[in-house]
């Protein structure tokens, strides 16, 4: 449904994505992670058609973006990051108005209930909030009952409830056949909705893999906790060879290490006649898998390129 | 519902309710033209003018600021100003072309200074001033001119990125443009040179389409193609050249 290869885009001498290649089946989720400035909304724009890439091709349902034809309109639907509708613009007009640009419509009244919009259809767009703002962006993607639709940062600024609507109407879209690409920060909305999920980091794809298969390849460190029945000196764990750190947190011991970090140290404190109550174990999840990516990044690149990275990220240019 | 006539009423509805750059714009020549024709000396058909009387001279001249006004102010107002916004990149990834968006602007701008026209010689006429003699040819040549402009217009709309630049922009053009319709230097005492090229700007050409069918003649067919090529070239250029963002 999607295929980019060799993405390439520049800003002057700064080049933005340098070589994503990427491919969406039909029907499929695919999730774009990535740090701040990785070049995750560069791309997607690319995609759809919103900014003239530089090198490589795209083909999306066997359209090149660049053409913005009708048929590639029609097919493709795009919720913003920053979407704005004029001012005393009301949510019902803009529905009535999005619906009356495409051949096939979905039914607005239907999708503004969804989307939990029904009591704000004569709400001016400037009197909404932001979260109602976000969904409304949600709804004009996809009134016009696209093949394909690009979400990106979806749930950003979305209270817990609105977020799990949102997640529900993705799903039931993904019945209909409708192929997404999200892009996203959010760790647990990728794992819960993506098929396959690809790390963009630096204009690179770093990774792309199921989030499963991404959180269980990586190395990270595995997180375990407990309350000691009697006071232990932490720097007895400290020695392990599996332990990275330990830290105390109230009446808790937080250990961090290897795979095998919890057994070595539930056997160390039954060396000392102590035992390890109320223990914790944390899985690697995506999060975990993320940092570990996006720091294996930094490491293969020396120090001076990873200060380099990081005010990059933070906005800082020399 | 088509695209074009959702677009046209829900850009009627947000110009109705954000009025304020139309009505400033066109207040001052529609008052100047009611008052101006309210004073008794200034209804007097007078020798020197041919007979016609200092009102029927100005009214052509007040009927054109007015609409050149509108077409390079106002109208790219609405559109610069969604650019700036971003409202323009999200109408982007709808299949919804430049020219639906473009031609609903003109239309609703055109409605305006065609209320303002007929304002403008309606009201007039009933405190006693005069018609122009030749009503067709006045509505004609004023469509056509208002065709023109507004389509200068449009080109201001599609390009520039920044509400108050385009402002600026539409400010000197506006000068520009009055000084050929004859504002500073009456056409008629033009060298020959600076009329022939006068003849065919869009406002010299409008200026005297409306002097001559307020005198009762018909516009001359020059002036009449010439403000049909700038329509016409100028919606062309103002499509191609539509930028989103």
Not at chain 1, 19 to 34: N, P, Q
Not at chain 1, 144 to 173: C, F, H, Q
Not at chain 1, 301 to 310: L, M
Not at chain 2, 222 to 244: E, T, Y
């Amino acid at each position: 449904m999607i295929d980019v290869r060799g993405l390439r885009k520049t800003y002057g001498d700064r080049t933005v994505v340098d070589g994503v290649s990427l491919t969406v089946g039909e029907g499929e989720i695919v999730g774009i992670l990535g740090p701040n400035g990785a070049g995750k909304t560069t791309t997607v724009e690319c995609i759809g058609g919103l900014r003239r890439r530089d090198g490589g091709t795209i083909s999306v349902a066997g359209m090149d973006p660049a053409d913005e034809g009708t048929a590639f309109r029609e097919a493709l639907g795009i919720q913003l990051q920053e979407s704005r509708l004029p001012d005393k613009q009301t949510v019902a007009e803009a529905l009535e108005m999005y619906s009356s640009f495409y051949a096939r419509p979905r039914d607005w009244h239907e999708l503004a209930e969804r989307l939990g919009l029904a009591e704000q259809r004569k709400t001016y767009f400037a009197k909404l909030s932001g979260g109602q703002k976000q969904r409304l962006s949600v709804a004009l993607a996809l009134i016009g009952n696209p093949r394909v639709a690009i979400l990106d940062e979806l749930t950003t600024g979305l209270d817990p409830a609105a977020r799990r609507e949102v997640w529900e109407l993705l799903e039931d879209l993904r019945g209909t056949g409708v192929t997404l690409l999200l892009v996203s920060h959010f760790m647990e909305e990728a794992a819960r909705l993506c098929d396959r999920v690809v790390v963009i980091d630096r204009g690179r794809v770093i990774a792309a893999d199921t989030p499963e298969g991404l959180a269980a390849g990586v190395v990270a460190d595995q997180r375990m906790s407990f309350v000691p029945s009697a006071p232990i000196d932490p720097a007895t764990l400290q020695g392990l060879a599996d332990v990275r750190t330990v830290m105390t947190s109230g009446d808790r011991i937080v250990v961090t290490g290897t795979d095998n970090v919890a057994g070595s140290v539930l056997v160390a404190l039954h060396q000392q006649g102590v035992a390890a109550t109320r223990l914790r174990v944390d899985q690697p999840n995506l999060d975990d898998a993320f940092i570990a990516l996006t720091r294996e990044q930094e490491a293969t690149r020396g120090p001076a390129a990873a200060q380099s990275d990081t005010n990059h990220r933070r906005g800082v240019h020399v | 519902m088509s695209a074009a006539s959702a677009m046209l009423k829900s850009e009627a509805r947000l110009l109705a309710r954000n009025p304020g750059v139309v009505v400033w714009t066109a207040i001052l020549p529609v008052v100047a033209a009611i008052v101006l024709a309210a004073i008794p000396a200034v209804r007097q058909p007078m020798d020197g003018l041919g007979g016609l009387s200092f009102f029927a001279v100005y009214q052509p001249v007040l009927v054109l600021f007015a609409v050149t006004l509108l077409a390079v102010q106002a109208m790219p107002d609405v559109l610069t100003r969604y650019r700036e916004m971003g409202v323009l990149k999200r109408l982007r990834t709808t299949p919804v072309s430049p020219a639906v968006l473009l031609f609903a602007h003109l239309a609703l701008i055109l409605a305006v200074s065609l209320g303002c026209m007929l304002v403008m010689v309606i009201v007039p006429a009933l405190i006693g001033a005069t018609w122009p003699q030749n009503i067709a040819g006045f509505l004609l040549g004023y469509l056509l001119a208002a065709w023109a402009l507004l389509g200068i217009g449009m080109v201001i709309a599609s390009l520039f990125r920044n509400a108050k630049v385009a402002a600026g922009f539409g400010t000197l053009l506006f000068f520009v443009l009055q000084f050929f319709a004859g504002l500073w230097l009456q056409r008629p005492l033009m060298p020959d040179w600076l009329r022939h090229i006068s003849d065919f700007t869009p406002s010299g050409a409008a200026a005297q389409a409306l002097t001559d069918s307020t005198g009762g003649q018909w516009p001359s067919l020059l002036h009449l193609a010439v403000l049909a090529a700038w329509g016409v070239a100028m919606s062309a250029v103002a499509i191609r050249l539509f930028n989103w963002e």
